[in-house]
């Protein structure tokens, strides 16, 4: 609700609610206008030339939905001629959708690894867009980075994201990360506010379980407290231990116990892999 300009890491453990959490938010704020990158999903290359276009598509489709005009931005439409798009529109639309077919994902790729040597360029044009955007609202949209949180320190493709990360620390961004992101103040992340979003209490996962399980929760009474003890508050590990749980009790017709054992040895190898 704030307007302020600041930047904010939004984090805690895979899996523990942040995604869902943030779902919510945007949509109990429905008159935020909301510029959402999903960086682990969305981008057709997983280099700066990907990461950049991704964000100019995603800013371009909302400053042309809300024609904000695209004159003087520091880009024409001729600079993308290999895309083969006749306005801004068009663009917009090529750079958020997924490619209709391979000819166009290979297009795209090729074009990115051209945008790459121009990313800082781009990166501005982003920023003026943005500001025309801030001025025609009267107010800074919301921009969302998801998905940072799937990114491991110290790869070629967090590498490849971090000028755009950095870019972004300087408007209204709310980064989605992970614990381990939140402990290291280096990159774009010195200075910036952190929100961390623990693990949920044993009772609220044993509701999920019962609400998971439906009819058959009462036969399953004996395993639901001690696999939300086992799931460490965290809510996707455990279904991971109710899935595998319910499997080997109803396919295998494994003994309690064992499958509790069992249960966890898979769900932690998972992790671990």
Not at 126 to 145: F, I, S, T, W, Y
Not at 167 to 172: G, N, Q, T
């Amino acid at each position: 609700a704030c307007d302020e300009q600041e930047p904010i890491l939004f984090g805690g453990q895979i899996g523990s609610g942040k995604t869902t959490l943030l779902n919510e938010v945007l949509r109990v704020h429905l008159n935020a206008v909301v510029i959402r990158m999903r960086f682990d999903t969305d981008s057709i290359d997983a280099t700066d030339g990907g990461y950049v276009l991704l964000v100019l598509g995603q800013v371009l489709k909302t400053c042309v939905a809300r024609g904000v005009p695209m004159d003087g931005c520091g880009l024409v439409i001729e600079d993308f001629a290999p895309l083969t798009c006749p306005d801004w529109a068009a663009l917009s639309q090529t750079l958020t959708s997924p490619p209709a077919s391979l000819a166009v994902a290979d297009r795209l790729r090729q074009f990115a690894a051209q945008v790459t040597p121009n990313g800082d360029h781009i990166r501005r044009t982003c920023g003026e867009l943005l500001d025309r955007l801030a001025r025609q609202l009267n107010r800074n949209p919301v921009l969302v980075a998801d998905g940072v949180d799937k990114f491991v320190l110290q790869t070629s493709d967090y590498d490849s994201l971090k000028k755009t990360l950095a870019f972004l620390a300087h408007r209204k961004t709310l980064f989605e990360v992970n614990a381990v992101h939140l402990f290291r103040d280096d990159d774009f992340r010195r200075g910036i506010r952190k929100l961390f979003i623990g693990g949920i209490a044993a009772d609220i996962l044993q509701s999920v379980f019962t609400k998971r399980l439906g009819a058959y929760a009462p036969m399953y009474q004996q395993a639901i407290p001690p696999l939300a003890a086992y799931a460490g508050g965290n809510t996707r590990q455990g279904l991971r231990l109710l899935n595998a749980y319910y499997f080997l009790r109803t396919q295998k017709h494994t003994d309690h116990a064992v499958a509790l054992a069992l249960a966890c040895h898979r769900v932690s190898s998972d992790l671990l892999s």
